[in-house]
């Protein structure tokens, strides 16, 4: 088999000498030369630009024939840069319809994948609810079998000490617990 790649239909050149050419360049020249391929109001710029400044030689020069042919060729290249303008527009409206359109289909895959991640962190939270009742439930109902009332309280706080395992506790700090270790010796 030969060395060279075989063709895609994503390739946007179909000639294989085009590509090489344009591959071997520096991506500068890769982006000039591309321009003017695709886009040839560049190049009808680049002609009118052309044409002004051999225009002003040939006034400096004092050449009224070859000043009047550049301000001719002046004119067929601006002209020319007009008709590839709105032949530019006819001729990529449908590439840029595609554009749009898969921007926007990007844009809505985003907006569901968003739109997805907010609904199963939904249902996670709602997961959790569901298992904090469950377990309020099963308190309250374990509460009635012993025969207690439940609180009306949150049975998640935590418990504050009531007066009677305040009065059992020793209310001396550390240094007086560490002294009575030392006096029970």
Not at 4 to 27: A, K
Not at 36 to 64: E, N, Q, V, W
Not at 129 to 135: A, L, S, T, V
Request: hydrophobic share 40%.
């Amino acid at each position: 088999m030969s060395d060279r790649p075989l063709p895609s239909s994503f390739d946007p050149y179909n000639s294989y000498l085009l590509r090489i050419l344009l591959c071997s360049v520096l991506p500068v020249q890769f982006l000039a030369v591309h321009e003017l391929i695709t886009r040839p109001i560049p190049a009808g710029c680049l002609a009118t630009s052309y044409a002004l400044l051999r225009a002003y030689k040939s006034m400096k020069a004092g050449d009224s024939a070859q000043l009047n042919r550049m301000f001719r060729f002046r004119i067929y290249a601006q002209a020319f840069t007009l008709l590839a303008g709105v032949g530019g527009g006819f001729y990529y409206q449908a590439e840029r319809a595609q554009r749009k359109e898969l921007e926007r289909a990007v844009a809505d895959k985003k907006a569901q994948a968003k739109r997805d991640a907010w609904l199963r962190e939904l249902e996670i939270r709602d997961q959790e609810d569901r298992e904090w009742r469950e377990r309020h439930e099963a308190v309250g109902k374990a509460a009635k079998e012993a025969g207690n009332k439940p609180k009306e309280a949150n049975l998640d706080a935590p418990k504050v000490p009531t007066k009677e395992s305040e009065e059992a506790k020793p209310t001396g700090g550390i240094l007086d617990a560490v002294k009575s270790l030392g006096k029970e010796k």
